[in-house]
């Protein structure tokens, strides 16, 4: 059973960077996509961008200026980095699988996320 | 962009059938999948490729997708049921969410 699980700090400065690690188990990271998503307090899920095991990413336009993610296939984890951050960028994040099937994506495997607060 | 579009709440009363609605243009072109999320926990796929039950998924759980809307249906519902459910697509290779239901059960 593939498990995910984020850590990294769970405050952050304003105009600071934050940064998360997702680490899987229970399966590799090759072959697949990875992603993140974030979740304000009280309100909808916002998908943030994915990478592959290959390195190549995809990320939402509204953030693309400040995100990078990356892959470390020696340890079996990817990580998020987001730049500049304000409070809007306060939420849970979670990581998840990407997984593929007949001609489509969905997200099949979720860490249980991890809280965020945009503080000085 | 993208946008998909959910009623903000949906009640239900307990054994009767619960439907949740999501509209994107042209949305039945799209594969749709869904998402059920409990208080305190992260989301859970329920539906995937519009109609597709992932393994452990209750058949009471159903999914259609047509013209401009997508429908999760939960038949017989339980309090169980109680979450916020998500429908989300690819728009190229970008990931979009609805803004969420809320399923109240009676």
């Known amino acids: 059973q593939v498990q995910l699980q984020e850590s990294g700090p769970g405050l952050v400065k304003p105009s600071e960077t934050l940064s998360l690690t997702c680490t899987v188990s229970g399966g590799s990271i090759s072959n697949f996509y990875w992603s993140w998503i974030r979740q304000p307090p009280g309100k909808g899920l916002e998908w943030i961008g994915y990478i592959h095991y290959s390195g190549s990413t995809s990320y939402i336009p509204s953030l693309k200026s400040r995100v990078t993610m990356s892959v470390d296939m020696s340890k079996n984890q990817f990580s998020l980095r987001l730049s500049s951050v304000t409070a809007a960028d306060t939420a849970m994040y979670y990581c998840a699988r990407r997984y593929y099937t007949s001609g489509t994506y969905f997200f099949d495997y979720w860490g249980q996320g991890t809280l965020v607060t945009v503080s000085s | 962009s993208y946008d998909l579009t959910q009623p903000l709440s949906v009640s239900v009363a307990l054994g009767q059938t619960a439907r949740i609605t999501c509209g994107g243009d042209s949305i039945g072109s799209k594969n749709v999948h869904w998402y059920q999320q409990k208080p305190g926990q992260a989301p859970v796929l329920v539906i995937c490729r519009d109609s597709h039950r992932p393994s452990g998924i209750p058949e009471r759980f159903s999914g259609s997708n047509s013209g401009n809307t997508a429908t999760l249906t939960i038949s017989r519902a339980q309090a169980g049921d109680e979450a916020d459910y998500y429908c989300?697509?690819?728009?190229?290779?970008?990931?979009?969410f609805g803004g969420g239901t809320k399923l109240t059960v009676l």
């Open positions: 989300q697509v690819w728009d190229s290779s970008t990931g979009v």
